[in-house]
């Protein structure tokens, strides 16, 4: 039986992103990529993929910035060609604007010029700015990344096509052993062996494991949704934060825009789920988006709903044992973290 030097369960953006950095390090190993389904077929598939640079605390920083070396290093791979530069304004508390500041690291922000100010009114009409708060934006923009077509792209073309076998469907139940191999049992009765593993299942429980690493027991799945909304939006304009109300408006097309909220909703199991918004989603996302544009939030045209796995502060990690790392819980934003995961767990092995 052939023995992969790395094995990775899970074909989404952190599988992926991990298989792509350790074929670039290690062309010489011989790979396997199994996922349950296919590629991008959990939260990866259903995502917004808005790269907003904020840093909720100095531990995202350190990621962000990890992340930022690993976009200029992808940078020369046809997958990241489809990342879309966008402008980012936000709507801010002025006493909120120093935290504001200190999130955004190096970006510099400054008060939206009169033309901006105009674009934000076009875009969301009846907009609430109440006196208090503020426009402002930076002028590095930030990026949005058709996540489905990038995986797909990184095995099509990326580093690790030369060296990876896909395999699929294959839902691994556990993972035994570890000296010389790991041996990856399957649902289906299949095995297969593996000098290292790296674990990237997303919101799915994680196979069956020697120790359970503590923080995992700990994460929560939310439930993850957004609405399309028939909005006066152009190609070029940019993504409206409302960071206190963790919300966002995000151009798609001419006349459509994706509006992100928060959708308090825990517990969820990834197997129920089809990305398909159901009317509570559609009414916690109508509520939230009314308190800021009650024109908006009257012209829903549909969305799209998922879940994530989600830490408390919201910071993915990499757990380690000896010659595996999990990556965990991409909390909401485990599309424009997962460069810097990928490194991190790559580094772990
Ligand atoms: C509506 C929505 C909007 C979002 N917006 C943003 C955004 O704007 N910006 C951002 O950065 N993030 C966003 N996210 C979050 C982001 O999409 C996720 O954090 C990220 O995709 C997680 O990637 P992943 O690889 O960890 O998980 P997934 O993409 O879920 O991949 C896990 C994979 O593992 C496979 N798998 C699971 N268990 C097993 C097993 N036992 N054996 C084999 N295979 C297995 C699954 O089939 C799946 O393909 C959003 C998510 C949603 C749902």
Known sequence: MTVYDLAIVGGGMFGCLAGDEAARRHPDWNMLLLDRSGPAAGATGWSLAADIPFALTPAHRDLIEECERQWRRLAGEPAASLARGIRIVYVTGQDRLPALQAQLGERKLREAS????????????????GAHELVVTHDEPGSVLPSREFVRELLRAG????????ATPHHVTAVRGGEPWYELACESGDLWRARRVILATGPWRLPHLPATPAPFTRSVVKRVAALR????????????????????????????????????CWGQDPDLLDGSLEEADRRSGVAVLAARCTAAAGRVVGGQAFCDRYTDDRLPYVWRAPRLAAMLAGSGSGVRLAPGMAARAVSAL
């Open 159 to 166: 580093p690790m096509k030369a060296s990876t076998r896909l």
């Open 114 to 129: 009169p033309a901006e100010m105009d674009t934000v009114r076009r875009m969301l009409p009846d907009v609430r700015i």
């Open 229 to 264: 909304v028939a909005l006066p939006v152009r190609a070029g304009d940019p993504i409206v934060f409302f960071p206190e109300d963790d919300l966002y408006v995000l151009p798609s097309t001419d006349g459509t825009a994706m509006v992100s909220f928060n959708r308090r």
